[in-house]
């Protein structure tokens, strides 16, 4: 079954430090999406992008994040200068189309542990 | 704005006993309502989806059905496995413009032999 791959899998960087976390969705899906989810607390939605651009964002995707697909199949969620709140971790997820009723495939997550 | 209200966990029960996860919403029209699945190691997979009022989903001997009159979603399952043991989350879609998923928190489930 086709699966959406996240590396890394955990990752440990320093306060102001950058980190990329990367993703390869499903081959013929066009949505993609980055959510988070806070130990503890509720996966929150970040970011939707679709056809090269960001279709909808959060409050919490702020000047800090970008996302990015830079070669046709990766799409990477880029945090500038990571804070010790951006600890968390970080599903993508993609899908065939964006209708409420569609379902979006996740990857198993990314822990970014940020010190 | 619209929310999901999940039962804390951790669930603990034996195999073969009666599963129910509450799960209530908070939602400005009518949306579509999903529960998820994640077992240790894996990423969030789909279990049921319901997308109108009454509509029941069920999968793998799960099931729940969309009450629009209690705003709930509960999951159930009339006898859990050892397997069943995961983390499960409800979630809700607004049926208008892209996927903006709104999660609850997630209940732990422990399922021992």
């Known amino acids: 079954e086709p699966e959406v791959t996240q590396t890394p899998s955990h990752q440990v960087t320093q306060m102001g430090q950058e980190v990329i976390l990367r993703c390869v969705p499903i081959?013929?899906?066009?949505?993609f999406y980055w959510y988070r989810q806070i130990l503890g607390q509720k996966v929150e939605f970040l970011v939707s992008?679709?056809?090269?651009?960001?279709?909808?964002k959060s409050e919490i995707f702020d000047d800090q994040f970008s996302v990015e697909r830079p070669d046709g199949s990766n799409f990477t969620l880029k945090i500038r200068s990571t804070k010790l709140e951006d600890s968390a971790m970080y599903f993508c997820?993609?899908?065939?189309?964006?209708?409420?009723?569609?379902?979006?495939?996740f990857g198993a997550g990314s822990r970014l542990t940020v010190l | 704005g619209n929310s999901v209200t999940q039962m804390e966990g951790p669930v603990t029960l034996s195999e073969e006993a009666f599963l129910t996860i509450n799960c209530t919403y908070t939602?400005?029209?009518?949306?579509?309502l999903f529960w998820y699945v994640q077992y240790p190691g894996e990423g969030l997979q789909l279990l049921l989806k319901?997308?109108?009022?009454?509509d029941k989903g069920s999968n793998k001997g799960f099931e729940a059905t969309y009450r629009k009159e209690t705003t709930s979603f509960h999951l159930e399952k009339g006898s859990v496995q050892v397997s069943d043991s995961a983390v499960y989350f409800c979630?809700?879609?607004?049926?208008?413009?892209?996927?903006?998923?709104?999660f609850g928190t997630g209940t732990r489930l422990l399922v021992s032999p």
């Open positions: 997820a993609s899908s065939e189309t964006h209708t409420g009723a569609n379902v979006l495939t």
């Open positions: 081959s013929n899906h066009l949505y």
């Open positions: 992008f679709y056809n090269n651009e960001i279709s909808e």
């Open positions: 939602a400005t029209g009518y949306p579509s």
């Open positions: 319901a997308t109108k009022a009454d």
């Open positions: 979630a809700l879609n607004m049926n208008t413009g892209f996927q903006k998923l709104v």
